[in-house]
């Protein structure tokens, strides 16, 4: 058994390792002056606002319509709410230009959905608005699928004593069920703020690469890599640290809350 734990162990560390070298590479890579100058690029600051602004949106609207759906998912056991969680699984699965190129048949001019918009006056795609969209179907379904299984792990009879007592269905699940399911809302928006943060794929084939209307942070990494290498990496170096803090940041307050529990 030994020889087998040794070997493990050493499988182990190779995976590690795989997963923190080119971190090191890219932490390593610019020097202090690198990322003052890429600082000051003009393409930084418009791309990283448009990154925050959009995101933070998409994020919104995840919130807003990803919490009712995942209670859904989570309290039906019919065969539409399974239907309806493959729908959700779908994007995962399925590589962002995949889901590009559906969106722009979806959301065109001749789309179903754009053919509709555009006898209104409305074009979806190459706008801010498709960069929200972009990242809207790409990223909610981490957080319907966190939320579903923190729903699904709330006490039934939690509920039933919150509605013996007079609540009502909407007052228990406001009062009870969402602040037990807390914890694992606030890890699957984050996870899905950080998916909207880092899409490439889908917002580059339905939005485009327009600086300051659609050039979200990796759109500008792609675009700083034709001229100045120097400028792509600092770019990546702040996609990089806004994870790393966001993944931090996430496990403290986990920990914070399962204490105070406790």
Known sequence: MKPLA?????????????????LLALATSSSPSDVVSAASDPMFAAALALSL???????????????PLAWWLARSTSRWSRAAAVVVELPVVLPPAVVGIALLFAWGRRGPV?????????????????VVVAQLVVASPFYVQAAAAAFRRVDPDLLVVARTLGASQASAVLRVALPVAFPGLLAGASLSWARALGEFGATLLFAGNLPGETQTMPLAIFSALESDIRLAVVFS???????????????????RMQRSRA
């Open 6 to 22: 040794s070997v493990g162990r050493l499988l182990a560390a190779c995976l590690l390792a795989v997963l923190l070298i080119p």
């Open 114 to 130: 754009g053919a509709v918009l555009e006898e209104g006056g409305v074009s979806l795609p190459f706008s801010t608005a498709a």
């Open 237 to 255: 170096l702040v996609l990089a640290a806004t994870g790393i803090l966001l993944l931090v940041g996430l496990r403290w307050g986990s920990d």
């Open 53 to 67: 602004k959009t995101t933070l949106l998409s994020l919104a609207l995840t919130l807003l319509m990803g919490t």
